[in-house]
C-alpha cells in the first residue's frame, strides 16, 4: 500500500498522519476535551498538504487505546466511518505502544494518566527494527502497585510520569510531555502490512479500553 492515513486520539493530544510514497505529513495539538471539534478539519488540512484526496488512500490506522473514553470512541467512531467510505482496510495500533515507538532505540516505560489514581502502563524494548515489542501486558493500576521490569537505560514517557514520577524513583529519565502520535501509529501499521498482516473491516474495529466504561460499571 502506497498512501495511509492515521489518526490517534486517546489522550488530550489528537494528532492526524498522511503518508505518501516516501513523504510523511502530520498535525498534532495538545486540546484536551477538544478533539471532536478538531479532528474532521485536520484530517482534512494533512490530505490537502499531502495533495490527496481521501478516496486516494489504500490503508488506515487508528490509536484504539487505552486512553480517554470519549476520546478513544471519537477515533474509532471517526475510522470507522473513514473506512465505510473508502472500502479500505483499518489497522489498529495500541496507543500505548505507539508512544513506545517515539523512541525506537531503547527500551520504554510508557504511561498515560489513567485519573481515579491509576495509570495505563506498559513496558517495550524495540527490535531490530526499531519497532516496539512488549515486555509486560498492558494493565492498569494503582501507580504503586506497578512494577517496572528493570532495564538498564529504559526512558519513561507519557503523563502518568508527570503525574506519579515520584511512586517510580528508581527511573530516573523521564519525559511526562510526550504524547502517542499518528505517525508513529501509522508507522507500526505499516510494518505489519510489510509482514503480510491483512487489515480488518470497519464492523470488526474496537476501542482496547482494558478497564471498564462507567457506562458497563453501573450495568
Known amino acids: 500500500m502506497k498512501t495511509w492515513l492515521a489518526i490517534e486520539t486517546a489522550t488530550e493530544s489528537c494528532s492526524v498522519a498522511v503518508f505518501n510514497g516516501d513523504r510523511g505529513w502530520q498535525d ?14 485536520m484530517i482534512d488540512g494533512v490530505l ?7 478516496e486516494q488512500i489504500d490503508g488506515l490506522a487508528c490509536g484504539v487505546g487505552p486512553g480517554g473514553f470519549t476520546a478513544v470512541r471519537l477515533g474509532i467512531s471517526t475510522m470507522h466511518g473513514l473506512a465505510i467510505a473508502t472500502g479500505r482496510p483499518i489497522y489498529p495500533v495500541s496507543s500505548l505502544q505507539a508512544l513506545a515507538a517515539g523512541a525506537s532505540d531503547r527500551p520504554v516505560l510508557a504511561a498515560f494518566d489513567a485519573r481515579k489514581g491509576e495509570v495505563y502502563a506498559a513496558a517495550y524494548r524495540p527490535d531490530a527494527q526499531g519497532i516496539p ?3 509486560t501486558a498492558e494493565c492498569v493500576c494503582r501507580p504503586e502497585a506497578l512494577q517496572w521490569p528493570v532495564e538498564e537505560a529504559a526512558l519513561g514517557l507519557g503523563t502518568g ?30 510494518a505489519r502490512a510489510a509482514a503480510g498482516e491483512a487489515g480488518m473491516r470497519p464492523e470488526a474495529l474496537e476501542p482496547h479500553y482494558i478497564r471498564p466504561s462507567q457506562a458497563e460499571e453501573k450495568r
Open 133 to 135: 515489542q512488549p515486555l
Open 48 to 54: 490537502k498538504q499531502a495533495g490527496l484526496r481521501l
Open 161 to 190: 510520569w508527570t503525574a506519579y514520577a515520584q511512586c517510580w524513583s528508581q527511573v530516573h529519565c523521564w519525559q511526562g510531555d510526550r504524547y502517542p502520535e499518528a505517525a508513529q501509529v501509522l508507522r507500526l501499521a505499516r
Open 28 to 41: 498534532l495539538i495538545v486540546a484536551p476535551n477538544r478533539h471532536s471539534e478538531l479532528l474532521l478539519q
